[in-house]
């Protein structure tokens, strides 16, 4: 079935620096990949998303880009600060019979002050 | 516009029991997911619900079920607990048709433990 892999698994950066997640997905047919940060005690909350016929979305410190030919797909965070720690997870929306979100395993992105 | 409510936010049960979940999506939107999220696991699709019937399911036994009501809300049953049934189990609510269909939404969640 449908595999989407996620990397790293934790990440810790500084304050001010950029963190950069990644993600592969295995149906080529998927056509929506959004990307959820999930801070302790509280449901993922969507915070940017992209469809296959954008290669690149930005939202002020957020940036996603999509490799459909490579099926890969990132997440950017520059300048991160503190408040961006939280478990980052990516999806793709499988096709195949059908649609549902496939998620990575996250990413705990740690923000040093 | 209120947010997906997910009631109770925790439950203790005890292997063999059953339990009953429930989900209120956001105004306006008519399609609820249900996933199950464990440490080991990740977050798992367990099934989806459009007016009131199943659209989609995971491979989760059928211990597993759900269902929908006319005002969207929706309930998730387990039945026959077992301890490896404990996880944060999470609704996302979207609009389930038309330009943006399926960009979901979550509840804070429920989290339940099995002893």
């Known amino acids: 079935g449908e595999n989407v892999e996620q990397h790293p698994s934790t990440l810790s950066v500084q304050e001010g620096d950029s963190a950069v997640i990644k993600c592969t997905y295995s149906d080529s047919a998927s056509n929506y990949f959004p990307w959820y940060k999930q801070e302790l005690g509280k449901g993922p909350q969507l915070i940017i998303d992209?469809?296959?016929?954008?290669g690149e979305k930005k939202d002020q410190r957020i940036a996603v880009t999509l490799n459909k030919t490579a099926k890969h797909f990132s997440l950017h965070i520059t300048e991160t600060q503190p408040e961006d720690s939280a478990v980052y997870f990516c999806a793709a929306l499988t096709q195949g019979g059908s649609e549902k979100l496939v998620f990575g395993k996250g990413t705990k992105l740690t923000v040093n002050p | 516009k209120a947010g997906v409510t997910q009631t109770p936010r925790y439950l203790i049960k005890t292997r063999g029991q059953q339990v009953t979940l429930s989900c209120s999506p956001i105004s306006g939107h008519r399609s609820v997911s249900w996933y199950q999220q464990t440490p080991g696991q990740g977050l798992q699709f367990l099934f989806e619900y459009f007016s009131e019937t199943q659209r989609n399911k995971g491979n989760f036994p059928g211990r597993f079920s759900g269902r929908q009501f006319s005002n969207s809300r929706s309930e998730m049953n387990v039945s026959t607990l077992e301890l490896g049934d404990s996880a944060l189990y999470l609704c996302?609510?979207?609009?389930?048709f038309g330009q943006g269909a399926n960009i979901q939404y979550f509840g804070a969640g429920t989290r339940l433990s099995v002893l």
């Open positions: 996302a609510s979207s609009l389930g």
């Open positions: 992209i469809r296959s016929n954008v």
